[in-house]
């Protein structure tokens, strides 16, 4: 019984599983605060794309 606890104790297999899941959460988080900040870019350019569109005079 003792061999198992020391054997359960120096297993370091769950301790890479452990880093793979804090970078996954690191990049996941940058990629959506990416996403987040490129859809309000994009939303402002297309608003005031939209802006001009509708304020152009095409009277002859």
């Known amino acids: 019984m003792t061999k198992f606890f020391n054997d359960f104790?120096?297993?370091?297999s769950g301790a890479a599983a452990a880093e793979y899941v804090l970078i996954l959460a690191i990049v996941g988080t940058a990629i959506s605060a990416g996403a987040i900040?490129?859809?309000?870019?994009?939303?402002?350019k297309l608003q005031?794309?939209?802006?001009?569109?509708?304020t152009v005079d095409v009277t002859p």
């Open 9 to 12: 104790v120096r297993d370091d």
């Open 37 to 44: 900040a490129l859809g309000g870019a994009i939303a402002g």
């Open 48 to 54: 005031s794309t939209a802006t001009s569109i509708s």
